[in-house]
């Protein structure tokens, strides 16, 4: 039986052919390696910045598009190609409305097309590597996060331990101004191992990757990427309501106050963040990611006083 024709590992509601999971574990040994995954939707300006690294530091990479309007796509491809990496891309299409993190997400079935747990399980049944790696379309990685990356990718393998990688907000003013978010560290687990303990599960925000309580965690060095935020676009867009909960998504209640600040002009107010302005001729985002940031003083994050417990 091939794997297009055996049972689906995971069926979808609404019966559309094409779009059921299917588990490349289940269809024999997978490769040794490293594969990104990418969903993304309109980020044909980020992808620029973004794919050459990424290309620079694992095996394979997966982009699943997700009804652009921009090309995003074709800006992959010709990326790829620049990279004379072509042949280590999977394009790919989602041709579904995916609720919106928060109560769309909260209100939509597991197994519908149209949940984002379906939709990450269905990216990530294209990866046919023992590792895989949850990537967004607007992080920009340094130097020292290819080569961490590239240096991670054959230690994981057989180690079944997850890895957490930090990333910095930055907001985006103008080709030549932004501001860093330095105030606060927040680590996600990115990078799993492939098989059945790892897999996307619906929670109440979002989806969430699983693994087992016993895992080893390897937490990967503050400084190795920026997480893109632009001022003329709307970076909460994708959610069905900003009304963030401090307990439950503290990183994007953080993400809103930053960027109210900025907008209303009062960034100073905001405790850690940084103002960067780059060289003559130089855009802001190379500066940051190949000079700036690497550059920085250690240790690159300082908390508020203010907001820790014991605070006066």
């Known amino acids: 039986m091939t794997p297009a024709t055996r049972p689906p590992d995971i069926a979808?509601?609404?019966?559309h052919e094409g779009y059921d999971v299917r588990w490349a574990w289940n269809d024999g040994p997978l490769e040794t390696g490293l594969t990104c995954v990418f969903r993304v939707k309109d980020e044909a300006r980020n992808l620029p910045w973004v794919l050459p690294g990424i290309l620079a530091?694992?095996?394979?990479?997966?982009?699943?598009?997700?009804?652009?309007?921009?090309?995003?796509?074709?800006?992959?491809?010709?990326?790829?190609?620049?990279?004379?990496?072509?042949?280590?891309v999977t394009l790919l299409e989602y041709p579904?409305?995916?609720?919106?993190?928060?109560?769309?997400?909260?209100?939509?079935?597991?197994?519908?097309?149209?949940?984002?747990?379906?939709?990450?399980?269905?990216s990530f049944g294209h990866v046919r590597t023992s590792y895989s790696m949850k990537w967004d379309g607007d992080m920009v990685l340094t130097e020292e996060g290819v080569r961490t990356l590239a240096d991670l990718a054959w230690q994981l393998e057989g180690s079944g331990a997850v890895?957490?990688?930090?990333?910095?907000?930055?907001?985006?003013?103008?080709?030549?101004?932004?501001?860093?978010?330095?105030?606060?560290?927040?680590?996600?687990?990115w990078i799993y191992p492939m098989g059945p303990e790892y897999v996307h599960k619906k929670a109440f925000e979002w989806e969430l990757?699983?693994?087992?309580?016993?895992?080893?965690?390897?937490?990967?060095?503050?400084g190795m990427c920026v997480e893109l935020?632009?001022?003329?676009?709307?970076?909460?867009?994708?959610?069905?309501?900003?009304?963030f909960s401090e307990v439950r998504i503290p990183r994007k209640r953080r993400e809103w106050q930053v960027d109210?600040?900025?907008?209303?002009?009062?960034?100073?107010?905001?405790?850690?963040?940084?103002?960067?302005?780059?060289?003559?001729?130089?855009?802001?985002?190379?500066?940051?990611?190949?000079?700036?940031?690497?550059?920085?003083?250690?240790?690159?994050?300082?908390?508020?006083?203010?907001?820790?417990?014991?605070?006066?």
Do not use: C
């Open 229 to 243: 935020k632009w001022l003329d676009a709307d970076e909460f867009a994708h959610w069905s309501s900003t009304a």
């Open 12 to 15: 979808n509601l609404e019966g």
């Open 163 to 189: 890895a957490l990688v930090p990333r910095h907000s930055m907001t985006v003013v103008s080709d030549s101004e932004a501001w860093i978010d330095l105030g606060v560290d927040f680590r996600e687990p």
């Open 260 to 312: 109210r600040a900025i907008r209303e002009g009062r960034p100073e107010s905001v405790f850690g963040l940084r103002h960067i302005t780059a060289p003559p001729g130089v855009h802001v985002v190379d500066h940051v990611v190949r000079d700036w940031l690497p550059r920085a003083p250690r240790p690159l994050v300082t908390r508020d006083p203010a907001a820790e417990p014991d605070a006066v």
């Open 96 to 122: 579904f409305r995916v609720s919106r993190a928060g109560t769309e997400n909260l209100s939509t079935r597991a197994d519908s097309v149209h949940s984002l747990t379906h939709f990450y399980n269905w």
């Open 57 to 88: 530091a694992v095996q394979h990479v997966v982009v699943v598009d997700n009804g652009s309007s921009d090309g995003t796509l074709d800006v992959a491809a010709r990326v790829a190609a620049e990279q004379d990496a072509s042949d280590r």
């Open 209 to 222: 990757r699983v693994f087992p309580e016993d895992t080893e965690r390897i937490h990967l060095p503050p």
